[in-house]
């Protein structure tokens, strides 16, 4: 037993053990190399890519903020030199209130400074109460703004450095030039916002000149004398100074964070531009740590690898033995299994005759009540006539009594027809099927429910086409339906005082007749067509009537359909196939 598991185990663990292993760490390892590669192009570009997108966004919303900002303000002039108290301030020289309502305006409108000049340029009130007395008539913003009758847009360097953004415009009344009001504009605050990123962001005006930047040392410089100038340290600072070179690096430069991607755009007021620089340090340190999760799965399913191949022996020794334990459980199982079975299929064997017999046992007992609930119709409209017809010959009036007795010739033919279609439930077809005219069949069905109609008082509205409607049928079963319907109709209005049935025939791709009453309705709709299910008293029914009908209209291929009206009581359609003017019956 030792000589033939040695036998099993011993090409396992040979040479062919060495070169799967080779093969697997050769196939690893070229795996690895192929995936680190392609996942470092990939990530690269598509890290690339996605700075560039985002700086784009940002020079977008940089310059949207600025020029709405600019544009918030630029009304601000126009709206204060209509101000009346400042206005009768310049006119009576009393500016003791007119500084307060200026601070009153800042909050609002969020400019930096607000300043009131009179005529002769002397500020005169001012959000900032320091400044008060000052001489503005040499300033160009006082200069232009009384030149002018619009509102003037200067831009003013600052001694400690920087620029101001002012709005001058004229305040005059009756053709006097009262004074100057003045709005600077605080555009600082974006630079702080741009320097919390770490984009470097400037902005130029006509002439090329930095106005605002998130570099101080830039404002006052054009772009080639900023780029030359040493910036502070700061988290862009390598990308700043290799800007003044940047074509000239190799393009490994751009994923070592060496580099810059230079973006500018137009700003939609004076010929201003936003220029941003956008390093790309940080796009070799995402690919990298992509990278380096790579290398460390591969580096984990190698070890795996390597466990894996070593337990494998020891593995299949093991299979075999719980295999072989296995197969012999698995052998005494079938065989308890397979007598188990034998037993239950004679068991089987006898349920099924004993239901076969109970099946043979309620179709004959189903077909039974069947005939007793059909044969009773013409039972009771043959009691009524016979009692009619006694009464008649009694009064000595012979005629009405044979009318009489041809109306029970007529049930009894019926009785007749209706034994004989016990002999066609085994094989329904549409061999006796002829065109049918519904309004004559239904016409019929109330002459024989005529006596019940008469004892009940039940009110009848019949709504019938002017042309015959036609259907090919048995006449004999499709009459037997109508009859179901009208006598659920008048047991349903028993106790409705007024009973009201209201009958519809009409014609369109189907013929449908509507059998609607004015009782209680119904109350379990699912279960209306089950045999043997009634709502009504013990001896009233059993409960046959729509489940026959409704296998007489599907014989027929039609619908039979019961539903709830709206306004009290039951409604029922009998759908069936019109017959055409060419001999075919039109299809759903």
Same mark, same amino acid.
């Given at each position: 037993?030792?000589?033939?598991?040695?036998?099993?185990?011993?090409?396992?663990?040979?040479?062919?053990?060495g070169w799967?292993?080779?093969?697997?760490?050769?196939?690893?390892?070229?795996?690895?190399?192929?995936?680190?590669?392609?996942?470092?192009?990939?990530?690269?570009?598509?890290?690339?890519?996605?700075?560039?997108?985002?700086a784009?966004?940002?020079?977008?919303?940089y310059?949207?903020?600025?020029l709405?900002?600019?544009r918030?303000?630029?009304?601000?002039?126009?709206?204060?030199?209509?101000?009346?108290?400042?206005?009768?301030?310049?006119q009576?020289?009393d500016?003791?209130?007119?500084?307060?309502?200026?601070?009153?305006f800042?909050?609002?409108?969020?400019?930096?400074?607000?300043?009131l000049?009179?005529?002769?340029g002397?500020?005169?009130?001012?959000?900032?109460?320091?400044?008060?007395?000052?001489a503005?008539?040499?300033?160009?913003?006082?200069?232009?703004?009384?030149?002018s009758?619009?509102?003037?847009?200067?831009?003013?360097?600052?001694e400690?450095?920087?620029?101001?953004?002012?709005?001058?415009?004229?305040?005059?009344?009756?053709?006097?030039?009262?004074?100057?009001?003045?709005v600077?504009?605080?555009?600082?605050?974006f630079?702080?916002?741009?320097?919390?990123?770490?984009?470097?962001?400037?902005?130029?005006?006509?002439?090329?000149?930095?106005?605002?930047?998130t570099?101080?040392?830039?404002?006052?410089?054009?772009?080639?004398?900023?780029?030359?100038?040493?910036p502070?340290?700061?988290?862009?600072?390598?990308?700043?100074?290799a800007?003044?070179?940047?074509?000239?690096?190799p393009?490994?430069?751009?994923?070592?964070?060496e580099?810059?991607?230079?973006m500018?755009?137009r700003?939609?007021?004076?010929?201003?531009?936003?220029?941003?620089?956008?390093?790309?340090?940080?796009?070799?340190?995402?690919v990298?740590?992509?990278?380096?999760?790579?290398?460390?799965?591969?580096?984990?399913?190698l070890?795996?690898?390597?466990?894996?191949l070593s337990?494998?022996?020891?593995?299949?020794? $093991?299979l075999?033995?719980?295999?072989? @334990?296995?197969? #012999?459980a =698995?052998?005494? !199982?079938?065989?308890? %299994?397979? &007598?188990?079975?034998e037993?239950?299929?004679?068991t089987?064997?006898?349920a099924?005759q004993?239901?076969?017999?109970?099946?043979?046992?309620?179709?004959?007992?189903?077909?039974?009540?069947?005939?007793?609930?059909e044969?009773?119709?013409?039972? $009771?409209?043959?009691?009524?006539?016979? @009692?009619?017809? #006694?009464? =008649?010959?009694? !009064?000595n009036?012979? %005629?009405? &009594?044979?009318?009489?007795?041809?109306?029970?010739?007529?049930l009894?033919?019926?009785?007749?027809?209706?034994?004989?279609q016990l002999?066609?439930?085994?094989r329904?077809g549409?061999?006796a099927?002829?065109p049918?005219?519904?309004?004559?069949?239904?016409?019929?069905?109330?002459?024989m429910?005529?006596?019940?109609?008469?004892?009940?008082?039940?009110?009848?509205t019949?709504?019938?086409?002017e042309?015959?409607?036609?259907?090919?049928?048995?006449?004999?079963?499709?009459?037997?339906?109508?009859?179901?319907?009208?006598?659920?109709?008048?047991?349903?209005?028993?106790?409705?005082?007024?009973?009201?049935?209201?009958?519809?025939?009409?014609?369109?791709?189907m013929?449908?007749?509507?059998v609607?009453?004015n009782?209680?309705?119904?109350?379990?709709?699912?279960?209306?067509?089950?045999?043997f299910?009634?709502?009504?008293?013990p001896?009233d029914?059993?409960?046959?009537?729509?489940?026959?009908?409704?296998?007489?209209?599907?014989?027929?291929g039609g619908?039979?359909?019961a539903?709830?009206?709206?306004?009290?009581?039951?409604?029922?359609?009998?759908q069936?196939?019109?017959?055409?003017?060419?001999?075919?019956?039109?299809?759903?």
């Amino acid at each position: 037993m030792s000589f033939g598991w040695s036998n099993l185990t011993k090409p396992f663990r040979g040479a062919p053990l060495g070169w799967r292993l080779r093969f697997a760490v050769i196939a690893l390892l070229v795996a690895a190399v192929a995936t680190i590669w392609i996942t470092n192009r990939l990530l690269t570009d598509r890290f690339t890519e996605s700075t560039r997108n985002r700086a784009e966004v940002r020079l977008a919303l940089y310059s949207g903020n600025l020029l709405s900002e600019l544009r918030r303000n630029a009304i601000v002039p126009q709206l204060l030199s209509r101000d009346p108290t400042l206005i009768s301030a310049l006119q009576s020289h009393d500016f003791s209130l007119s500084t307060q309502r200026l601070i009153s305006f800042v909050e609002e409108i969020g400019a930096a400074s607000l300043m009131l000049l009179d005529g002769d340029g002397r500020l005169v009130a001012s959000t900032d109460r320091n400044r008060l007395g000052e001489a503005h008539r040499s300033s160009p913003y006082f200069i232009d703004a009384v030149r002018s009758n619009a509102t003037i847009f200067t831009v003013i360097p600052k001694e400690s450095g920087g620029y101001s953004f002012v709005y001058s415009r004229r305040i005059d009344a009756n053709a006097d030039i009262l004074g100057v009001i003045v709005v600077e504009v605080d555009l600082h605050k974006f630079e702080l916002a741009w320097a919390g990123i770490s984009d470097a962001v400037m902005v130029t005006d006509s002439t090329g000149t930095i106005i605002l930047s998130t570099e101080p040392q830039w404002r006052g410089l054009d772009e080639n004398a900023a780029m030359l100038r040493q910036p502070p340290e700061g988290a862009i600072q390598r990308a700043i100074r290799a800007t003044a070179d940047w074509t000239a690096l190799p393009p490994d430069a751009y994923l070592q964070g060496e580099a810059v991607m230079r973006m500018e755009t137009r700003i939609p007021f004076r010929g201003w531009q936003m220029t941003s620089f956008t390093t790309y340090a940080s796009i070799r340190e995402k690919v990298n740590s992509v990278l380096a999760l790579e290398i460390m799965g591969f580096a984990i399913l190698l070890a795996l690898a390597f466990y894996a191949l070593s337990r494998r022996a020891t593995l299949r020794m $093991a299979l075999f033995q719980r295999e072989s @334990a296995e197969l #012999r459980a =698995l052998n005494a !199982r079938l065989q308890r %299994e397979i &007598a188990e079975r034998e037993r239950v299929e004679k068991t089987l064997e006898v349920a099924e005759q004993t239901l076969a017999q109970s099946s043979k046992l309620a179709a004959l007992g189903e077909m039974s009540a069947a005939v007793s609930h059909e044969l009773n119709q013409p039972l $009771a409209a043959m009691k009524t006539y016979l @009692a009619g017809a #006694r009464l =008649l010959l009694r !009064r000595n009036r012979p %005629e009405e &009594a044979l009318a009489s007795f041809g109306r029970i010739d007529g049930l009894i033919e019926r009785m007749g027809a209706i034994t004989r279609q016990l002999k066609s439930y085994a094989r329904k077809g549409a061999d006796a099927f002829s065109p049918v005219n519904l309004g004559e069949a239904l016409a019929s069905s109330l002459s024989m429910m005529e006596p019940q109609l008469r004892q009940r008082h039940v009110k009848i509205t019949q709504i019938l086409p002017e042309e015959p409607v036609i259907v090919m049928g048995d006449r004999m079963r499709i009459e037997q339906v109508m009859v179901n319907l009208l006598r659920n109709a008048l047991d349903a209005t028993k106790s409705v005082s007024e009973p009201d049935v209201e009958i519809i025939l009409a014609a369109g791709d189907m013929a449908v007749l509507t059998v609607r009453d004015n009782g209680y309705g119904i109350e379990d709709i699912e279960n209306l067509f089950e045999p043997f299910y009634t709502t009504k008293q013990p001896g009233d029914g059993v409960g046959l009537g729509l489940a026959i009908s409704s296998g007489i209209v599907n014989d027929h291929g039609g619908r039979l359909t019961a539903r709830n009206s709206q306004h009290g009581g039951a409604v029922f359609e009998m759908q069936l196939p019109i017959l055409g003017s060419d001999g075919l019956e039109a299809a759903e």
